[in-house]
């Protein structure tokens, strides 16, 4: 029913940027909210940004100051500009979505497959 489609993922060294987008397709009725959670290696999933139909955001305390979340309502993208890069900030990035469909009268919640992002030192 929905597709979670990420890109931009990949290497890059310390202090570098990255520009992640999560594209949304399917039987869409509403976006309510999207955003990006990360895995590292032996940890969990943690949220890392977050943004709703209406603008507003939520970034995680490390990020703050260095990661940019966006979303462009008539593509159904969301993007997440990643500027001045840590090793810590290696971790597969995974895009989620909170979706109404045609198909249920909720919404629900969606992921995408991940993209790996990886930051040498």
């Known amino acids: 029913q929905v597709q979670l489609v990420e890109s931009g993922g990949g290497l890059v060294q310390a202090g570098g940027s990255l520009r992640l987008s999560c594209a949304a397709s399917?039987?869409?009725?509403?976006?309510?909210?999207m955003g990006w959670y990360r895995q590292a290696p032996g940890k969990q999933r943690e949220l890392v940004a977050r943004?709703?139909?209406?603008?507003?955001?939520y970034y995680t305390e490390s990020v703050k100051g260095r990661f940019t979340i966006s979303m462009d309502n008539a593509e159904n993208t969301v993007y997440l500009q990643m500027n001045s890069l840590k090793p810590e900030d290696t971790a597969v990035y995974y895009c989620?979505?909170?979706?109404?469909?045609?198909?249920?009268?909720?919404?629900?919640?969606?992921w995408g497959e991940g993209t790996l992002v990886t930051v040498s030192s």
């Open positions: 989620n979505a909170m979706i109404r469909t045609t198909s249920f009268n909720f919404d629900m919640n969606y």
């Open positions: 399917g039987s869409i009725v509403t976006i309510n909210a």
């Open positions: 943004i709703t139909s209406g603008g507003f955001t």
